[in-house]
């Protein structure tokens, strides 16, 4: 297992190498360039663009940039953002930490509600709780998760007003209010349309899921077996049904973290939630090639690490799965 | 269980009856299925109709801005006075031809890829899987986003505000799941009995990958594409949505919404319709996709439970 582990880590490097060079190639090849922008703007003259290209390296040969860039990136330096000048390793530190607080919390309330709903939609398979919740969920997935998005501000910040104070029902933007930083209250408040903006389609997914892993588990013999020696029917379903079911939802779990990720890029944007995702939005804005390719390389090196997660999950949770 | 068995004697016995038919007649009994059909085709015929409609989706007339939806204006108008049922039936042509034309090269990719590598097997099949691979690993939407933020100000955006290249660049990054499903279904072809037999024959492999083992591929194929489609209609209006897809001023229901997230707290309407209609357009493919794979998969039973 442990070599195993290790040879796949050998094997990502390669592959993490390789992404790079192509992104950083798109990003040099597409026309325009990191000062496209300024080019049009009056208040800048042709030597100052020249010497900010000359002070960037802009004019060295593209591989001689990449070279540049891999090399200080081996040294744990992502370089500095066209935009701001600020480290952009410190740029991703200020704001991972939003990010995975969001990620976390939907995805906490995905599994919560998910679980539960999934099992009695297929113990109860065509009841009305069942019909309900498929018609949901298929709703759920097919709904674009940004409208998903304006449509709870204009519901919940737009028309429903506070019981208890002036304001909005839900705030629509933001981490905490501008008086309350740090207020716990207050932030589990600025949580609530975001989380559920960024759950719906995972809620939706994962309880089909189960819901279809649950209804091929339970016809499988062994749960025969369980009946016939007189088990409880809560019990066979619950101990014997639901740990098989889970088995392959939770190895898709683990290869849907980056995906979880991408839906942030809007789920940020529509909340000004100063995370990565809102970080990648306005950098694609400004053209700051650094962060960009940071942001990029990021998300690469998370999905190659949660496809390598879901695999050992997969062996760690089934036992006749062996890597050798 | 015995309704079962009747079934499948049933469509035994009407062996004259072609695949083709079959696979209609089982996805006829799909309700939902019927339903996504009968939205589709009537949002493809507004699509089609829009250019003669009455009013011009670009044109601005400020004396009429925001107004609210009326007999005169279906879906009221947006802040430039543009009638905003125009501008979505207009903007409908752009997204299914985002996800018709996008799924398409999509899936023409996959299945090059996917029947070489099952066909061939050996190096060719570990060199395609590996590709496919690399191309799994791409953070898709974020590279989506970077090339189309680097090509918004170019004249690449301007032709149609930049539709080509938005169809490229998503089949680009989404032939990976075909490609699998192709190259496995061509493995465990390769190694049936009728396929030897063709060989046998002396059969040229151009006839033999055509008429004797695509066809057994077809089913998951088609209805990978209907997942493919409401895919590419998600990714386009997501991208739009975000300014970094198609260009204004050609509408599409994302740039709507990203026009209309500005004064849509006063005006709800201009944001909502829009998003309605890639909700139903998408919702509609996944349903018709849903009766497909039942309709394909000889398991599933029709009928009573």
Redesign the interface.
């Known amino acids: 297992m442990t070599t195993y582990i290790i040879r796949r880590f050998f094997q990502a490097i390669p592959?993490?190498l390789?992404?790079s060079i192509?992104?950083f190639a798109?990003?040099q090849i597409?026309?325009?360039g990191p000062l496209?922008?300024l080019e049009n703007d009056p208040t800048i003259s042709a030597q100052d663009l020249q010497l900010m290209r000359e002070r960037l390296g802009l004019d060295d040969p593209i591989p001689v940039q990449y070279a540049r860039w891999i090399s200080a990136v081996a040294r744990g330096d992502l370089g500095k953002s066209y935009a701001t000048n600020q480290p952009v390793l410190e740029m991703i530190k200020e704001r991972l930490p939003n990010t995975l607080k969001l990620m976390s919390t939907a995805f906490a309330v995905t599994i919560i509600i998910a679980i539960p709903i999934g099992i009695i939609s297929a113990v109860r398979q065509?009841s009305i709780f069942d019909h309900v919740v498929t018609t949901i969920a298929?709703?759920g997935?097919?709904?674009?998760?940004?409208?998903f998005g304006?449509?709870l501000?204009?519901v919940f910040?737009?028309t429903l007003d506070n019981p208890w104070s002036d304001g909005p029902l839900f705030p629509s933007g933001g981490i905490y209010s501008l008086d309350k930083q740090g207020d716990f209250l207050d932030g589990l408040w600025h949580l609530v349309l975001p989380v559920t903006m960024l759950s719906l389609a995972w809620v939706s997914w994962y309880t089909r899921f189960l819901r279809s892993s649950m209804l091929d588990v339970l016809h499988k013999d062994f749960i025969r077996t369980a009946r016939a020696k007189g088990l409880r029917e809560r019990l066979v379903q619950l101990k014997h049904g639901f740990p098989n079911a889970a088995i392959p939802m939770i190895t898709l779990i683990a290869l849907d973290l980056?995906a979880l990720f991408?839906g942030a890029?809007?789920t940020e944007?529509i909340f000004s939630w100063p995370g990565m995702g809102r970080l990648?939005?306005q950098s694609?804005?400004r053209?700051d090639y650094p962060v960009?390719m940071a942001?990029?390389m990021f998300?690469?090196v998370?999905?190659?690490l949660s496809?390598l997660l879901a695999d050992l999950l997969y062996a760690l949770l089934d036992p006749r799965i062996r890597y050798d | 269980m015995t309704d079962r068995i009747l079934e499948l004697k049933t469509e035994t016995l009407q062996q004259e009856e072609s695949f083709g038919r079959l696979i209609f007649r089982r996805f006829l009994r799909h309700r939902l299925a019927i339903l996504g059909l009968v939205l589709l085709v009537a949002i493809t015929a507004l699509a089609l109709y829009a250019p003669n409609y009455k009013y011009d989706p670009e044109k601005i007339s400020l004396l009429e801005k925001l107004k609210s939806p009326s007999t005169e204006h279906l879906m009221g108008t947006d802040d430039l006075g543009r009638d905003l049922f125009a501008r979505v039936i207009n903007g409908g042509r752009i997204s299914l031809a985002v996800g018709i034309l996008a799924t398409g090269l999509s899936l023409m990719f996959g299945t090059l890829i996917g029947a070489a590598a099952g066909f061939y097997g050996g190096w060719v099949d570990n060199v395609l899987m590996r590709l496919t691979d690399v191309f799994l690993s791409f953070p898709s939407l974020f590279v989506l986003i970077l090339l189309g933020a680097m090509i918004r100000d170019t004249p690449l955006a301007k032709f149609q505000g930049g539709l080509i290249t938005i169809i490229l660049v998503i089949s680009v990054l989404s032939w990976m799941t075909t490609a699998r499903l192709v190259r496995g279904t061509f493995l465990s072809l390769r190694e049936m009995e009728y396929v030897e037999a063709a060989r046998a024959l002396g059969i040229s492999n151009t006839r033999l990958v055509l008429r004797h083992m695509l066809p057994n591929a077809l089913g998951p194929i088609i209805v990978q594409g209907a997942l493919q489609t409401a895919y590419s209609i998600l990714t386009e209006s997501g991208l739009s949505y975000l300014g970094f897809g198609i260009q204004p001023p050609t509408p599409t229901w994302g740039n709507m919404l990203n026009d209309a997230q500005t004064y849509m707290t006063r005006y709800p309407w201009v944001a909502i319709f829009p998003g309605l209609m890639i909700f139903i357009t998408v919702m509609s493919i996944n349903f018709v996709g849903d009766g497909l794979r039942d309709a394909f998969d000889p398991r599933t039973v029709y009928g009573k439970k």
């Open positions: 592959l993490l390789f992404i192509v992104i798109l990003l597409t026309p325009g496209a922008r065509y298929f709703a997935q097919s709904i674009p998760i940004f409208w304006l449509v501000i204009l910040y737009v980056p991408s890029i809007f944007t990648f939005f694609a804005l053209r960009l942001i990029v998300t690469a998370l999905i190659v496809n």
